[in-house]
């Protein structure tokens, strides 16, 4: 308990206090500056965007991994756990190499916001998948054979009876795969170029309020980031309960 | 997996599985390979590991590695015996503020990590930190040196062993412990003996997780170590060091190391995971 407070409870709780420390007007003041209501702008648009893709994207890989079978389908599992498991840093590197400026496709999106837009895709890839496909491996095919015997189409099928099933599993995903993405720094910094108002995100304005030595500037994003985060755990939290109570 | 059953073959199921391989490749595969070629491949003089050998002949480079790897070490030991108790504690015991503690250990996977460091450094921060002064007083430096880097490393990848712990311990129930705690065994031994064997895939999955992890962070400890060559730089930082000064080369050989580390891990996993369902 003591090391839990020690190490996040306390630290956390300073960046609130050392944000509320000029009282609300200088919070919104330091929230108000033009580049940083930019960054932040940038930051929510780009999560909200990954987000949707996550929830649509995510949903067909888990479900091609549970309901189809092909060769080479056991390469495709592992390689959903390599953003999650690929430091940020590396993933920035890995992304720059096929759309940066020497990309063999020849798109070159390094230092545009389609790169703040990539780089979140990427590293928030296995959030939605990895939840949804457990749900959907335990969902009994009974219900799917019965609703198509009644002569429910395959479209129907889908929206009516599996879709309510997976609906918390994906609502968990897109909350982790939101907060990460409002949150991402290492995967940006070497793709994006961190062009303000271009493509500079929140985390990246509140490193270099750190290094201008503008501590309250720096804690009043993070403070901000924060509340992204707690609100997405009390998200979670609840859908969490709701899944144990059906369950 | 519990019954293999198909939905027939339609058009559909085609154009679903090419979107997935297309999406993942496009996304994934391809850049990963890629940085695996550049690793080695230099244009104008064809395969080489010169690079390789540039990074383990450089004694700054060899300490980041050094570094990188006992700050990770040493992250998941702490994280190893902190989320066994904690998890221990959150399954076996009712205690009041159990649940927004249990929503709280989740907030280290939510939280940007620069958000960490800043963190961690207005707490310990040598100059005006809460604690920090008093720290520094007794000798003890946290930030700009390894203790805070342990500390970020230690903070991101704190749930991992938790989250993997916990559905396991509610699953196997306490009628084994009591029947070994009502057979004469001390508290210790039925968890040496009853308890830790129930959740030992569960505790080397956490380890394996964490230590990619832990391997890997970049943000938090970029903020909380002041980047001193030789001295607190790690190596996810001197990729970002040098690929900004140019040595694309070295950038990729550092960042192929790393990866091919998380790739294993992945793979650990993977086999293990494969493993634990047949046993199952």
């Known amino acids: 308990m003591l090391w839990f407070s020690l190490l996040v409870l306390i630290p956390l709780v300073a960046v609130i206090i050392t944000a509320s420390s000029g009282g609300w007007s200088a919070f919104a003041h330091q929230l108000g500056n033009e580049q940083t209501a930019s960054a932040i702008w940038l930051t929510i648009r780009a999560a909200i965007v990954v987000t949707l893709i996550n929830v649509v994207v995510g949903t067909v890989i888990a479900w091609v991994l549970v309901r189809d079978k092909f060769w080479g389908k056991g390469l495709l599992e592992v390689i959903i756990d390599i953003p999650f498991a690929l430091p940020t840093i590396v993933a920035g590197l890995v992304l720059l190499s096929l759309y940066g400026t020497s990309s063999p496709l020849g798109l070159h999106w390094a230092n545009t916001s389609m790169s703040v837009y990539l780089a979140l895709a990427f590293v928030t890839l296995p959030f939605v998948v990895r939840m949804v496909q457990p749900v959907l491996e335990e969902l009994d095919a009974d219900v799917e054979e019965a609703a198509a015997s009644l002569g429910a189409s395959r479209f129907t099928t889908f929206r009516r009876i599996i879709l309510p099933s997976l609906a918390p599993a994906i609502a968990a995903g897109a909350a982790l795969s939101f907060a990460r993405g409002m949150g991402e720094y290492g995967s940006l910094v070497l793709l994006s170029g961190n062009l303000p108002f271009k493509s500079e995100v929140a985390s990246v304005r509140i490193l270099s309020a750190i290094e201008n030595d503008n501590p309250e500037g720096a804690a009043a994003i993070a403070a901000m980031l924060l509340v992204v985060s707690l609100l997405v755990i009390v998200v979670l939290d609840l859908v969490q309960r709701r899944m144990v109570r059906r369950g | ?280």
């Open chain 2, 1 to 280: 997996m519990a019954e293999t059953r198909r939905a027939p073959r339609t058009p559909l199921t085609y154009v679903l599985r090419l979107v997935v391989i297309a999406y993942l490749g496009l996304l994934v595969a391809w850049p990963v390979v890629l940085v695996a070629w550049n690793a080695f491949h230099v244009p104008d003089v064809g395969f080489t590991t010169e690079a390789f050998a540039g990074i383990f002949g450089d004694p700054q480079m060899m300490h980041a590695i050094q570094l990188t790897c006992m700050a990770a070490v040493v992250a998941t030991l702490i994280n190893l015996v902190f989320g066994v108790s904690i998890s221990l504690l959150l399954v076996r015991t009712e205690f009041p503020g159990k649940r927004v503690l249990s929503a709280l250990i989740d907030l280290p996977l939510s939280v940007s990590p620069i958000v960490v460091g800043l963190a961690l450094v207005l707490v310990y921060g040598g100059r005006d930190g809460w604690f920090g002064p008093t720290l520094e007083s007794a000798g003890i430096q946290v930030i700009f040196a390894t203790p805070g880097i342990i500390m970020a490393t230690a903070f991101v990848s704190l749930p991992l062993v938790i989250r993997e712990v916990i559905p396991v311990l509610e699953e196997i129930g306490t009628e084994q412990e009591q029947a070994a705690a009502s057979l004469g065994a001390s508290s210790w031994q039925t968890f040496w003996r009853i308890t830790l064997p129930g959740i030992k895939w569960a505790v080397i999955y956490g380890v394996v997780l964490t230590l990619a992890r832990s391997l890997g962070e970049f943000g938090a400890v970029k903020v909380v170590s002041g980047n001193v060559l030789g001295q607190t730089r790690t190596a996810t930082l001197a990729v970002e060091e040098k690929y900004l000064n140019f040595d694309q080369q070295g950038a990729y050989a550092v960042a192929f190391l790393l990866a091919s580390v998380s790739v294993i891990c992945i793979l650990v996993v993977f086999v293990l995971r494969a493993r634990g369902a047949r046993v199952r």
